[in-house]
């Protein structure tokens, strides 16, 4: 691929992934992963891609980064949190709806968790977050509800099919998830990968 690394953060803020907390955490992620193999580069100026391309590129550069053999296709991801604010079911302007939307176009499946919002036109949503992340490839935090507080390294790693996080609300402590074996990304926390 004649693709430019240094360019993708800029590509993904002029294509307003920022808005997605999410995904822009998993796009910075595999930024500084990629950085570190030096297996990829993306130039602005020659790649036409829209959002679903990008997170598509992310999500399976993680994924062999890692040595773990799923493909975005066959991924089954558990988003947590729906509601726009914390403990409430206040929908309104949240980033999980595109970040939902992003997904479910190219996984095989994708649930929304959320103890607050009952339903939501088009989203999967539920209220049991054990079978929430059961055999799950990845999971997204999105809002900060109190209940994702509990969520040990431990609970999940026996609940995931992999143990990927992407914590785009920084509440989990990112070295207790590395020493449990974890692919973990905070957003605003860097890397804790290095070669």
Do not use: W
């Not at 679903?52 to 992310?58: G, H, K, Q």
Request: proline share 3%.
């Amino acid at each position: 691929m004649a693709l430019e690394l240094e360019d993708l953060g800029q590509r993904a803020e002029e294509r307003q992934v920022a808005k997605l907390d999410c995904a822009a955490a998993l796009i910075a992620f595999v930024t500084e992963h990629v950085q570190a193999i030096g297996c990829l580069h993306i130039r602005t100026d020659v790649l036409v891609a829209d959002d679903e391309v990008i997170l598509r590129a992310a999500f399976d550069l993680v994924m062999e980064r890692e040595g773990i053999p799923v493909d975005l296709l066959d991924a089954e991801v558990c988003i947590l949190g729906y509601a726009f604010l914390e403990n409430s079911d206040d929908t309104r302007n949240t980033p999980a709806r595109s970040l939902y939307e992003l997904l479910k176009e190219d996984c095989t499946d994708v649930v929304v968790h959320d103890p607050y919002v009952d339903e939501e036109k088009g989203v999967v949503l539920t209220k049991d977050l054990e079978g929430a992340l059961k055999g799950k490839h990845a999971v997204i935090l999105v809002t900060k509800h109190d209940e994702y507080n509990a969520l040990t390294p431990e609970k999940l790693k026996g609940l995931l099919a992999n143990p990927v996080i992407i914590d785009g609300r920084n509440v989990y402590d990112q070295n207790a998830f590395k020493e449990a074996g974890f692919v973990y990304r905070g957003v605003g926390k860097g890397t804790i990968y290095r070669n």
